[in-house]
């Protein structure tokens, strides 16, 4: 089993089929297939499926797949230990938008300044999907919003985050969950912690009658707030980085507006872009650009 057809392997599941996977290894579509084959064959079982001209990955796909991410990050560690060179590659990182928009923008250019050949993959999305992707390998590691409970996952606390309700100007002042019966809630879809930290001050009983208005973009939801469609909970530092003339803002108590963002990875996982990135994180939360409130 060669490292080169470990690449092409998983290149192919990434890329979801061979022509894809050509285009992007720079290979005529016939090698690739080829070397698939040959690999199925030294293995001795299908790695892939054939569903509607796409390749969707076996049981014993899936398997290797998990290997050869990890034989292929351990061969690039090893080159880069033997070569004295500096972290290189690709990190592929998850965030939510919150994060993304007000805290990552200072990390990742002091990162990019200490680690310019490493070339950064970032994704948002909610905090569930976001563990989920790390748990998968789908991503090296994320920004996400809840300490995850499962142990192959680990965890260090960066980001103090202090979360309000937004409304509209001339709504009626926002003490209680009282206060917003008959309004719309603004949300990001299932999945966000957020999201369900709102859910919680509500109360169970104002749940099944809750309409909500998902959206999937800061900007959208305090427009949305704006413009009197709803009201909303948001990262008190999101607000920073978007005009809000038109809303108002009002505080949620202490056991629900006082949240720490985590970094997670897979524990036991480590490579040398990884490591810089945690260098820098903790460079980060030490000079205080992590820690404000």
Not at 7 to 31: C, D, M, P, W, Y
Not at 49 to 57: A, F, G, N, P
Not at 192 to 200: F, G, M, P
Not at 235 to 257: C, F, G, M, N, R
């Amino acid at each position: 089993m060669k490292l080169d057809d470990l690449r092409i392997f998983k290149t192919v599941a990434e890329e979801g089929g061979i022509l894809k996977a050509s285009r992007k290894l720079h290979r005529v579509q016939s090698n690739v297939s080829t070397r698939i084959r040959q690999l199925e064959s030294s293995i001795g079982t299908l790695l892939f499926h054939r569903e509607r001209q796409r390749l969707v990955l076996s049981a014993a796909g899936e398997t290797l797949l998990e290997y050869a991410d990890r034989l292929l990050r351990l061969a690039a560690e090893a080159r880069s230990a033997l070569s004295g060179s500096r972290a290189a590659g690709v990190i592929k990182l998850g965030s939510l938008e919150s994060t993304a928009a007000s805290r990552l923008p200072e990390i990742l250019s002091a990162y990019h300044r200490d680690c310019p050949d490493v070339a950064i993959e970032l994704v948002t999305g909610t905090n569930d999907a976001l563990t989920a992707a790390v748990a998968r390998r789908e991503l090296d590691a994320a920004f996400v919003a809840e300490k995850p409970s499962v142990r192959t996952l680990a965890s260090m606390p960066l980001f103090s985050e202090r979360l309000v309700i937004i409304c509209a100007l001339g709504h009626r002042r926002i003490e209680g969950p009282r206060d917003i019966d008959g309004d719309s809630v603004i949300a990001f879809p299932n999945g966000c912690a957020y999201r369900r930290i709102l859910q919680r001050w509500l109360g169970t009983r104002r749940l099944p009658t809750l309409r909500v208005l998902e959206l999937s973009s800061y900007h959208a939801i305090v427009a949305c707030v704006a413009s009197g469609s709803g009201i909303a909970l948001v990262p008190e530092s999101v607000l920073d980085t978007i005009q809000h003339q038109h809303i108002a803002i009002h505080p949620l108590p202490k056991v629900y507006a006082n949240v720490t963002t985590p970094f997670i990875w897979r524990s036991g996982e480590r490579s040398a872009a990884l490591d810089a990135l945690h260098d820098t994180l903790r460079e980060s939360r030490a000079t205080g650009q992590a820690g404000r409130a």
